[in-house]
């Protein structure tokens, strides 16, 4: 059976495209030859298990260690209760190491040490192990920050007690695995914080953990745009079908590496063609919009993450295009890095990849979306254009009668204007032309371009740029016209347009400062709408 494009658990060399898993975990050699306990953190689906799964079959079968990668996840709803949690633990290593190892690298049965209390057995466990195993024990916990609450604080508890003694008489080396860094894992110490044991539960951040014996912490970084075009050649080398390097570029582009991205996107191009059809830039872009479009559980679960608190405080500032009103904290930003939702560029604090880009904003008004009041139809002329003046007016009759009601209902207040403004142009162009979206802390606008095909061939394009006029600012017109014109200047284009939304609290009523004009700034046309 030939080889795919794998978008759902581990891969396996034998059933999918992979890149060599050895590659991606530079730096954990020196980690186990140190006796070393680490963590290792990066996003969900981003290659952990596929990666550690193959280095404990590897370290075992070079005869150097018994090595054993399992998963914590079925602790996930044991919480406060030690005893359920940390079984499901041992449960979860002796299933495990039963695949993976000889009879003789294995540890003794759980049930052996039933007796034992919970705070004590999983080092009682792992304490027999090492001492009845002929090689040094490495374990790979999996899944470790599915675990909460006091399961959480007895499991790491635990490793630390066992720490000093490792090699003779515990694991030679531990790796805790997950989506975040052990500073963000969601742990409640009563001891520790000094609070009431009913308080609720809480971060403990930092090194203070009950971890802090981990001497490193490691991230997986995203494929390189040549990795991609390694991993798509692999397709190539088996059926013949070919990828455009301009195609392989635009995936890397879309997806800035991210494994899960990065294989879906290429499932999707192959569902759409056939082995005779060599891939070009326009599949990878048909396939990105199927991709938002049908929400897969990745992207889905990343959606999700925007409900939460740390992440709003992250994310609004970033497609407000504004500096936050108040210093974030350090560990807010690393933990929505973590997340793999943004990354720090040249511009600062920036959405992670154009999908996500896409992702956020429509994720954030979709259910505005539904009630928008467009005509469709009506924004196209009678040879397939977009007609860009008329969208416009049609947006500014809406705004005139439901701005205050539709701003009133956006979770993200301080980028609610140009979250409307997004939803109402993806209503028009859905299905038919794509909107990039480029945006960023303190950028100081949001600029779209409009890409649409024309049935005749060719594709319109059509910039525009979002600012907000806010309490305590100037009028940010000019700096909004230099702005656009710089865009333009990248674009190649002669015409754009500059929507400047007035949010200041003494903002004149909305009939009065409703108006539109155009301007002309270096040559270039500019249509200037103001909200």
């Known amino acids: ?38 963590v290792v953190h990066a996003p969900r689906q981003s290659g952990k298990t596929t990666s550690f799964q193959a280095l404990a079959k590897n370290l075992t079968a070079q005869g150097t260690y018994a090595a054993v990668l399992t998963s914590c996840e079925t602790g996930r709803t044991a919480g406060d209760d030690v005893a359920r949690g940390v079984d499901a633990v041992l449960l979860a290593i002796d299933q495990d190491a039963r695949q993976q190892l000889a009879e003789g690298l294995r540890p003794a049965p759980p049930s052996r040490f039933g007796a034992v209390a919970p705070e004590g057995r999983l080092k009682e466990y792992l304490t027999d192990w090492a001492e009845r195993c002929p090689r040094p024990v490495v374990l790979f916990l999996d899944e470790i920050d599915s675990l909460s609450g006091k399961t959480l604080l007895s499991v790491l508890h635990q490793l630390r007690s066992g720490y000093r003694t490792r090699a003779e008489h515990f694991p030679h080396a531990v790796a805790l695995i997950g989506l975040r860094d052990v500073r963000d894992y969601r742990l409640y110490d009563p001891v520790q914080e000094g609070e009431a044991q009913e308080a609720e539960p809480a971060p403990v951040l930092g090194t203070a953990s009950p971890f802090n014996i981990k001497v490193e912490s490691l ?38 590496g991210q494994p899960w991205l990065v294989n879906a996107l290429a499932r999707q191009v192959l569902q759409a063609t056939d082995r ?29 993450r925007l409900r939460d608190p740390r992440v709003r405080r992250v994310i609004e500032p970033i497609l407000a295009g504004e500096f936050p009103d108040q210093a974030l904290p350090e560990d807010d ?15 600062g604090l920036g959405i992670a990849n154009p999908i996500y880009r896409e992702v956020i904003p ?10 928008l009041p467009v005509d469709r139809p009506r924004y196209f002329s009678p040879d397939g254009h977009l007609r ?48 990039d979206r480029e945006y960023s802390a303190g950028a100081g606008r949001i600029d779209l371009l409009v890409r649409w095909p024309l049935p005749q061939g060719g594709i319109e394009r059509f910039a525009l740029e979002l600012k907000v006029w806010r309490d305590g600012q100037s009028d940010p017109l000019d700096k909004g016209l230099t702005q656009l014109t710089a865009y333009l200047d990248r674009l190649d284009l002669p015409t754009g347009t500059l929507l400047l939304f007035d949010q200041r609290g003494k903002a004149p009523p909305l009939e009065e400062r409703i108006s539109q004009s155009e301007v002309e700034r270096e040559g270039r046309r500019l249509r200037v709408v103001r909200l």
């Open 1 to 38: 059976m030939a080889r795919f494009f794998n978008t759902a658990g581990p891969c396996r060399a034998e059933d999918h495209y992979l890149l060599p898993p050895e590659r991606r975990l530079k730096g954990i050699a020196p980690l186990l030859e140190e006796k070393a306990y680490f």
């Open 276 to 304: 005779s059809t060599t891939v070009t830039p326009r599949h990878v872009e048909a396939a990105k919009e199927a991709l938002i479009l049908r929400r897969d559980t990745h992207l889905d679960s990343l959606t999700e």
């Open 333 to 347: 930003i690393d933990y929505v890095k973590d997340l793999g939702l943004i990354t720090v560029g040249p511009t």
């Open 219 to 256: 991230t997986l970084e995203n494929f390189a745009a040549a990795e991609v075009g390694e991993l798509f050649d692999q397709h190539t080398a088996e059926t013949g079908q070919a990828f455009q390097q301009e195609a392989v570029q635009r995936a890397w582009e879309l997806t800035g």
């Open 388 to 435: 860009i003046d008329l969208l416009l007016e049609g947006f500014v009759a809406f705004w005139r009668e439901h701005a205050d009601a539709f701003l009133g209902r956006q979770p993200y207040h301080e980028a609610a204007a140009q979250l409307i403004f997004m939803a109402w142009l993806q209503r028009v162009v859905n299905g038919g032309g794509f909107i």
């Open 362 to 371: 429509r994720a954030l008004t979709s259910v505005t979306e539904h009630f």
